[in-house]
Nanobody, 117 residues
Framework: QVQLVESGGGLVQAGGSLRLSCAAS????????IGWYRQTPGNQRELVAT???????NYGDSVKGRFTISRDNAKNTVYLQMNSLKTEDTGVYYC???????????WGQGTQVTVSS
């Protein structure tokens, strides 16, 4: 069982920045994928950004160019730097950890991000 603890959410004005952190209880060095999904009001959970063991990243279309995912293997932590935030980025952000392709992913409890106009 992998525990994921998110932090860094909060309230920010449009145009501002936040950095989310997700600390894993297990090593992320060789994890298949780790990253972030979000659920915005009235919508299904969607991809924000993931990063794999080789460092390749994948971003949702709505955040490309504004958000950056990174990882610190020594701390078993993945980060999401969110810049130029928009009101439509408001939602609950969930950390995602998939150890290998054919196993279920683990999810964090979520952290609320609210962007005000």
């Amino acid at each position: 069982q992998v525990q994921l603890v998110e932090s860094g959410g909060g309230l920010v004005q449009a145009g501002g920045s936040l950095r989310l952190s997700c600390a894993a209880s297990s090593s992320i060095f060789s994890v298949y994928a780790i990253g972030w999904y979000r659920q915005t009001p009235g919508n299904q959970r969607e991809l924000v950004a993931t990063i794999n063991s080789g460092g390749s990243t994948n971003y949702g279309d709505s955040v490309k160019g504004r958000f950056t995912i990174s990882r610190d293997n020594a701390k078993n932590t993945v980060y999401l730097q969110m810049n130029s935030l928009k009101t439509e980025d408001t939602g609950v952000y969930y950390c995602y950890y998939r150890p290998v392709p054919d196993r279920s992913a683990y999810w964090g409890q979520g952290t609320q991000v609210t962007v005000s106009s």
